[in-house]
């Protein structure tokens, strides 16, 4: 292990050490951030997080569309001119209160580049303004368009799968679990990247990666719950809290898992409560790992093999000549 500043054990890859604090010093020149108003936060948040969702793969095509009943915002990357694609949705991470799709833009592209899919990324209504259940409904709302309406597009409506990371993990599970509740079919994969599924703070992984030397800390988390649900009418409500839902029926499910992160261990669980349902599950944790850890992709070598391992179960999920009988 390498040793922090402070003397204290730093079991961070090197390289995604090297982004943390790259990230940190560039949120540090805005010393007094967390007092800002939360629209500068979310603009300084845009500025922090634009050099590490530039480069990556060019696209074949790339556009955006309002679709649904409320004109939800949509981008849809498209990484070669085929005919119909099998399509990813992808629902970004910023704990429903900041990112946007520019954020995780590289993040998309990868996922396009990589599994040889189509990804639409979702620019949700965001908390505190948007409260539980308005952003799930945004999602559930743009899948029932792509059903509808999606082959008119190029987009193959029977090869659907949804993920996303940290509360877009919530909400990627979250909108499966309100499709089966409305008694229609789950998606054909769900992709969780690090997500948080329990407003509890109780796991072992919180006391341990606590601090912004992990880039998410216990206090955040509980401000980020705080923006996105009304009040104690939501703390059991599964939809916003999946850890407590009945998983069963779910679609076949990918986690990554940071293993440095304070969500390692709901994570770790709700793998579990999945498996125990019968629900075909793949668990990969990446030691040396912290939240966001994706987004180094441009140079961690654990990112890359991290995007590498979501995107060939992808393929093998959704992509061509798949006929979804296996995992």
């Known amino acids: 292990m390498n040793q922090t500043t402070a003397g204290v054990a730093d079991d961070l890859d090197p390289d995604i050490r090297r982004f943390q604090r790259e990230v940190a010093a560039a949120y540090g020149r805005y010393p007094e951030f967390d007092r800002l108003p939360l629209a500068e936060r979310r603009r300084i948040a845009e500025e922090v997080r634009a050099p590490w969702a530039a480069g990556g793969p060019v696209m074949h095509g790339t556009e955006t569309l309002n679709v649904g009943p409320s004109g939800v915002r949509i981008r849809i990357h498209r990484p070669d001119g085929r005919r119909m694609l099998p399509v990813l949705i992808y629902i970004h991470g910023g704990g429903w209160t900041m990112f946007s799709l520019d954020t995780h833009d590289r993040l998309m592209r990868e996922y396009a580049a990589r599994a040889g899919i189509a990804v639409v990324g979702v620019d949700y209504s965001l908390s505190p303004e948007a409260k539980f259940p308005r952003a799930l409904d945004e999602i559930v709302s743009v899948i029932r368009w792509l059903r509808a309406e999606g082959e008119a597009h190029g987009l193959d409506p029977r090869r659907i799968a949804i993920g996303g990371d940290s509360a877009g993990g919530n909400l990627a599970v979250a909108a499966n679990l309100a499709l089966l509740q409305a008694g229609d079919a789950p998606l054909s994969a769900i992709l969780v990247n690090y997500g948080a599924f329990d407003r509890k703070s109780a796991y072992p992984s919180y006391a341990r990666y606590d601090g912004p030397e992990y880039n998410l800390t216990t206090a955040e988390m509980a401000a980020f719950w705080a923006n996105y649900l009304r009040g104690a009418q939501d703390f059991d409500d599964p939809l916003a809290c999946p850890m407590g ?83």
């Open 245 to 327: 839902a009945d998983v069963a029926g779910l679609a076949p499910t990918f986690f990554a898992v940071a293993a440095c992160d304070v969500l390692a261990d709901e994570n770790r669980v709700m793998a579990a409560r999945l498996v125990e349902a019968g629900v075909p599950v793949v668990y990969r944790e990446y030691p040396g790992a912290a939240h966001s850890f994706l987004e180094a992709v441009s140079i961690s070598a654990l990112a890359d093999r991290a995007l590498a391992e979501a995107s060939a179960w992808l393929a093998a999920r959704i992509g061509p000549n798949n006929d979804n009988d296996s995992q």
